[in-house]
């Protein structure tokens, strides 16, 4: 096998990873929003069983674990979703695995063992915060860094898959246009943090339960600005409790949680339509205009699920699609970044 077919190898191995990354995140979301992320108490087994416990076991299950009655769905929810998971964990293990003994001689050769080094690595990280989500009932700082992890290792496997095919969006770029686009990095730059916070924000969001805590909209309960409480809203050194499903905060902290989500929308349209037109413009005809069409059909896309989230109160087909949506408009911000870091002063630049 030449190194060509390598390549291209890993880069459908890479790009089936992306796709399983996703379905693993849509399954973690509907499982955090059918409240069943406590459906098996225990980690990694379920009720100590490595299926959901049925018959006799039940019994057996309860007086194990007095407070946590067994229900069959929301266990059933909980472990195919870790099933994916540890799926989707042991497929990277073989893309690095495979990645690292393909690799071809010399330091140059632009091969990205580093990045997969770092990818099954993180992916154990990972796995161990799915874990504390269990062990630590919900705890909002951690359920939130594990869905910030999912994001992460879906990114990571795009980048992958766009350095193992050795992909140049450069076709048609002159050196003036190519000056023109390559300025927009500032502001992809920007964009790109504008959306890490609102991911953020939306994460933080679900797992302190406040989606709902603004269910009209433009105004919240009734009222342009209601009384928030930011300080305990946003307590980063909030003490571990026995269970947090169903969140503990009060009505103040959740409502300036989930205004907080609102203005950072704003500010995320606002910033990201604004880089999506600037790349249609001095990209088209091109592949970086098609990724400013793309990357302003995504942020459309996911502004009328927030907004349905809002309007239909929250149900749980629209909200594990905001979810999705926003990985996705991750991955196109993501793509941006990398052709345009690519992109020198008179086309395409390895870097």
Same mark, same amino acid.
């Given at each position: +096998?030449?190194?060509? &077919?390598?390549?291209?190898?890993?880069?459908?191995?890479?790009?089936?990873?992306?796709?399983?990354?996703?379905?693993?995140?849509?399954?973690? @979301?509907?499982?955090?929003?059918?409240?069943? %992320?406590?459906?098996?108490?225990?980690?990694?087994?379920?009720?100590?069983?490595?299926?959901?416990?049925?018959?006799?076991?039940?019994?057996?299950?309860?007086?194990?674990?007095?407070?946590?009655?067994?229900?069959?769905?929301?266990?059933?929810?909980? +472990?195919?979703?870790?099933?994916?998971?540890?799926?989707?964990?042991?497929?990277?293990?073989?893309?690095?695995?495979?990645?690292?003994?393909?690799?071809?001689?010399?330091?140059?050769?632009?091969?990205?063992?580093?990045?997969?080094?770092?990818?099954?690595?993180?992916?154990?990280? &990972?796995?161990?915060?799915?874990?504390?989500?269990?062990?630590?009932?919900?705890?909002?700082?951690?359920?939130?860094?594990?869905?910030?992890?999912?994001?992460?290792? $879906?990114?990571?496997?795009?980048?992958?898959?766009?350095?193992?095919?050795?992909?140049?969006?450069?076709?048609?770029?002159?050196?003036?246009?190519?000056?023109?686009?390559?300025?927009?990095?500032?502001?992809?730059?920007?964009?790109?943090?504008?959306?890490?916070?609102?991911?953020?924000?939306?994460?933080?969001?679900?797992?302190?339960?406040? @989606?709902? @805590?603004?269910?009209?909209?433009?105004?919240?309960?009734?009222? +342009?600005?209601?009384?928030?409480?930011?300080?305990?809203?946003?307590?980063?050194?909030?003490?571990?409790? =026995?269970?947090?499903? %169903? %969140?503990?905060?009060?009505? @103040?902290?959740?409502?300036?949680?989930?205004?907080?989500?609102?203005?950072?929308?704003?500010?995320?349209?606002?910033?990201?339509?604004?880089?999506?037109?600037?790349?249609?413009?001095?990209?088209?005809?091109?592949?970086? %205009?098609?990724?400013?069409?793309?990357?302003?059909?995504?942020?459309?896309?996911?502004?009328?699920?927030?907004?349905?989230?809002?309007?239909?109160?929250?149900?749980?087909?629209?909200?594990?699609?905001?979810?999705?949506?926003?990985?996705?408009?991750?991955?196109?911000?993501?793509?941006?970044?990398?052709?345009?870091?690519? $992109?020198? =002063?008179?086309?395409?630049?390895?870097?």
């Amino acid at each position: +096998m030449t190194d060509t &077919q390598r390549a291209n190898t890993l880069t459908k191995l890479a790009v089936i990873a992306v796709f399983f990354a996703l379905i693993v995140i849509g399954k973690g @979301a509907y499982t955090r929003l059918a409240d069943a %992320g406590l459906g098996c108490p225990d980690w990694p087994g379920c009720y100590g069983h490595l299926t959901v416990p049925s018959g006799d076991k039940v019994v057996a299950a309860e007086l194990a674990f007095p407070d946590a009655p067994v229900e069959s769905y929301k266990a059933w929810v909980e +472990m195919i979703h870790r099933y994916l998971a540890t799926a989707l964990g042991l497929l990277i293990i073989v893309i690095t695995a495979l990645g690292l003994k393909w690799a071809p001689a010399g330091k140059s050769s632009g091969w990205p063992r580093k990045h997969l080094i770092f990818l099954l690595l993180f992916v154990c990280l &990972q796995g161990a915060f799915g874990a504390w989500t269990v062990t630590l009932k919900l705890w909002p700082k951690i359920v939130t860094l594990h869905l910030l992890g999912g994001f992460t290792v $879906l990114t990571l496997l795009s980048l992958a898959a766009i350095r193992f095919s050795r992909w140049r969006p450069d076709a048609g770029v002159d050196g003036d246009r190519a000056h023109g686009l390559r300025a927009l990095l500032p502001m992809g730059w920007v964009a790109m943090a504008v959306l890490c916070t609102q991911i953020f924000l939306g994460g933080w969001t679900s797992t302190n339960y406040a @989606a709902l @805590a603004c269910p009209d909209l433009p105004t919240c309960q009734g009222e +342009m600005w209601p009384e928030t409480d930011f300080q305990s809203g946003f307590n980063l050194l909030q003490e571990i409790g =026995p269970n947090y499903l %169903g %969140g503990k905060l009060d009505n @103040a902290s959740r409502i300036a949680i989930h205004q907080s989500h609102r203005i950072g929308a704003i500010v995320a349209t606002l910033v990201i339509s604004g880089l999506a037109l600037a790349l249609i413009r001095r990209g088209r005809g091109t592949v970086y %205009g098609r990724l400013g069409q793309l990357m302003l059909v995504a942020l459309s896309v996911q502004i009328a699920l927030g907004l349905s989230n809002i309007w239909f109160q929250l149900p749980i087909a629209v909200a594990t699609a905001h979810n999705l949506g926003a990985a996705i408009l991750l991955q196109v911000l993501v793509f941006t970044l990398y052709a345009l870091r690519k $992109l020198g =002063p008179n086309g395409w630049s390895e870097l």
